[in-house]
């Protein structure tokens, strides 16, 4: 008798939240949609504009475009490669102290993650003294 009182009160709760998650009001959906759709318009705009004052300012849509990129990896460059050496550092100190095949992996990856990280900083500075002065 229990596991039916039990069995019956799961279905109704079920079917409750179900009814009340499809009850929501269709103006307030299309106004989450519209508010996010003008979010996506603007970042987009936003990003066209970005890249045409590069494209002004290089005086090339090609140098433009590709001081556009590179600016766009020295920024996300900053975390992934955090986390990339944080993840090292956890394989290196962490789990390395039990499994020494690990050990190796986790000095490898900070190496590579450090590497990167410098590479993907300094070469937008590259490519601008590049253009600058080898350009002509």
Same mark, same amino acid.
């Given at each position: ?5 039990? &069995? @019956?009160? $799961?279905?109704?709760?079920? #079917? +409750?939240?179900?009814?009340? *998650? ?49 600016? &766009? @990896?020295? $920024?996300?460059?900053?975390? #992934? +490669?955090?986390?990339?050496? *944080? ?50």
């Amino acid at each position: 008798m229990k596991k039916k009182i039990i &069995i @019956v009160t $799961i279905i109704m709760l079920i #079917i +409750g939240i179900f009814l009340t *998650a499809t009850t929501v009001n269709a103006e307030e959906e299309r106004a989450i949609d519209e508010r996010t759709e003008s979010k996506i318009v603007e970042l987009k705009e936003n990003a066209a504009s970005s890249l045409e004052d590069y494209k002004a300012k290089y005086g090339s849509d090609v140098y433009g475009t590709v001081a556009y990129i590179l600016n &766009i @990896v020295r $920024i996300y460059s900053i975390p #992934i +490669g955090f986390l990339g050496i *944080a993840i090292g550092a956890i394989h290196q100190y962490v789990i390395g102290v039990r499994k020494l095949d690990t050990l190796e992996k986790g000095m490898a990856l900070i190496v590579t993650c450090v590497t990167l990280l410098i590479i993907c900083q300094v070469l937008p500075l590259a490519f601008a003294a590049f253009v600058k002065f080898g350009r002509g």
